[in-house]
Nanobody, 124 residues
Framework: QVQLVESGGGLVQAGGSLRLSCAAS????????MEWFRQAPGKEREFVAA????????YYADSVKGRFTISRDNAKNTVYLQMNSLKPEDTAVYYC?????????????????WGQGTQVTVSS
């Protein structure tokens, strides 16, 4: 069992930055690929970024490539999402997820554990 708790969301102006964190419980954090998804109002949840077990590989949705950076610290059981050059269309609830496998891209069905989400709102 892995519990995930996101933090760091908030309100920011377009062009600004936010750093999301996702803290995981348990001793098996390093055995999971970690992913970020987001869900905007009225839309389906979509993939944002993924990072491999040791952090050596990353994968991004085209919509965030070059602006967002995913990283992880296995000693702290934490995954991060640094979001720069934010746009109003980045407004969504952001979820972290734990996935036992590497997928390009991952889907919601691949993740086995989910956090509760953190709201990110980007004003124009």
């Amino acid at each position: 069992q892995v519990q995930l708790v996101e933090s760091g969301g908030g309100l920011v102006q377009a062009g600004g930055s936010l750093r999301l964190s996702c803290a995981a419980s348990g001793r098996t954090f390093s055995t999971y690929v970690m992913e970020w998804f987001r869900q905007a109002p009225g839309k389906e949840r979509e993939f944002v970024a993924a990072i491999s077990w040791s952090g050596g590989n990353t994968y991004y949705a085209d919509s965030v490539k070059g602006r967002f950076t995913i990283s992880r610290d296995n000693a702290k059981n934490t995954v991060y999402l640094q979001m720069n050059s934010l746009k109003p269309e980045d407004t969504a609830v952001y979820y972290c997820a734990a996935d036992p496998g590497w997928h390009t891209p991952p889907t919601m069905n691949d993740a086995v554990y989910w956090g509760q989400g953190t709201q990110v709102t980007v004003s124009s």
